[in-house]
């Protein structure tokens, strides 16, 4: 199989997966599904809702069912570089994206994969806690 046509059949798996993926997304959710989720987000809401002061220095981490960016990882401890006064706004135009309009009031830093270099990341500290390191 050449490069091209190993491309192209890789294309229309992804193609067929994501078809797939928003035709059950168009299906209404089951009963017992539908209860599962109100519990859970009730949840999810207090968790949400948890407030914590927080020092530039201190390490923090996702706190559960919150995460909405790829780093830091669930469980990776980051450190906070910077409590802005004023929250940064993301400027993601698309209304139906969870970053839409979402105030960016705390930068932390987490280390590269496999290398001790620091990157910066604007978030949400309302979707942090203090790290746990046990």
Request: glycine letters at 4%.
């Amino acid at each position: 199989m050449s490069d091209r046509e190993h491309t192209d059949e890789m294309i229309k798996r992804r193609l067929s997966a994501f078809i797939a993926e928003q035709k059950k997304l168009a299906e209404p959710v089951s009963e017992d599904k539908r209860k599962k989720i109100a519990e859970k987000l009730n949840t999810v809401y207090d968790v949400f809702l948890e407030n914590y002061e927080f020092k530039e220095g201190q390490l923090v981490e996702w706190k559960q069912g919150v995460k909405n960016r790829v780093r830091p990882r669930l469980r990776e401890p980051a450190v906070i570089i910077k409590l802005l006064e004023t929250p940064e706004f993301d400027t993601e135009k698309d209304a139906g994206t969870p970053y839409f309009k979402e105030p960016l009031d705390m930068i932390i830093g987490v280390l590269e994969e496999d290398e001790d270099n620091l990157l910066f990341f604007h978030v949400d500290k309302r979707r942090f806690k203090p790290f746990d390191g046990e």
